[in-house]
């Protein structure tokens, strides 16, 4: 049918999207990961003594986010709602991710999970969590056969019959 | 964690409102890190449009949003933590610039245009001008 379409109601909102932007964003190595990438995308870093992760959780209440950490594991949990009162028919556009939510990601090292912190700003969730002293690198005796303890095997040979 | 805060208002400004617009130029041209598409809903209320966007990491110092003509245009300039020396890992999300224009029609009150922002969520209400509303209930009855 010719003509414009009215059925999807009041909509006096276009984007405006100009060829120069798109040429831009074409530079944008993450553009391909926008649509298919899992809620909430997380960012890991670390300072060697400790690793830093950061989940983008906009407009969740940190009261509401559970947070749980293992020596070798962190779970993120929560439910993002859409605002009350709100038909599902009055929406125009809905790209913001909705719903139950959780992460579980296994961390590089073992890491002091007493030690952990977390803060929330501007919609952004920072964990930091100190490595365990046990997971960094240290110094090993070797002990000679004969001395008490039972050699060590290499294991590199041992392995084949 | 900390305890949520309420919601600040973000003025509305003409073109160069907030910060310098020579100052923006030279950033763009500079074109250092990616910019990024923020993702949005908007709802029709009785009164207007609401339209949200997702904008972690942006707040009151850092986010502005611009009518000029007809069109509405949201940037944030988001800052790496330049005192933290950590070394990236593993990368889900960029950190970059967040911008995103719209072009709004005549329906649109232009100077009752409301913006606020809390944790990472910007809400701009677009009330529907007096006229729009004469008119659809005319043709209701």
């Known amino acids: 049918m010719a003509g414009p379409d009215w059925s999807g109601g009041w909509d006096p909102f276009h984007e405006f999207q100009r060829e120069m932007g798109r040429l831009f964003q074409s530079f944008d190595p993450f553009r391909a990961l926008r649509h298919v990438r899992a809620f909430p995308p997380l960012n890991l870093a670390t300072t060697g003594a400790e690793f830093v992760l950061s989940a983008q959780i906009p407009g969740m209440d940190p009261g509401e986010v559970e947070l749980t950490v293992t020596p070798e594991t962190l779970t993120l949990r929560g439910e993002r709602r859409r605002p009350v009162g709100v038909k599902d028919d009055s929406y125009r556009r809905q790209e913001r991710f909705m719903g139950r939510w959780s992460r579980t990601i296994t961390l590089p090292d073992r890491v002091d999970e007493a030690r952990v912190t977390a803060q929330f700003a501007d919609g952004v969730l920072t964990v930091r969590l100190p490595r365990a002293e046990g997971a960094r690198p240290r110094q090993i005796a070797l002990t000679a056969p004969g001395s008490g303890s039972p050699p060590i095997d290499i294991g590199e040979e041992g392995g084949r019959p | ?141």
């Open chain 2, 1 to 141: 964690m900390s305890d949520s805060h309420p919601p600040i208002r973000v003025p509305v400004g003409p073109p160069g409102a907030g910060r310098s617009r020579g100052d923006d130029e030279a950033r763009h041209a500079a074109q250092a890190r990616p910019a990024i598409t923020p993702p949005i809903d908007i709802h029709e209320g009785p009164d207007g449009l609401t339209l949200e966007a997702d904008l972690p990491g942006a707040n009151e110092s850092n986010l502005t949003i611009q009518l000029e003509h007809n069109v509405l245009t949201l940037d944030a300039r988001i800052d790496e933590p330049d005192a933290d020396p950590a070394r990236l890992i593993h990368q889900e999300f960029p950190i970059g610039d967040y911008h995103r224009s719209f072009i709004l029609s005549d329906d649109v009150d232009r100077d009752r245009i409301t913006a606020e922002l809390k944790d990472g969520v910007l809400k701009v209400f677009l009330p529907r001008t007096d006229r729009v509303r004469a008119r659809r209930v005319e043709i209701k009855s």
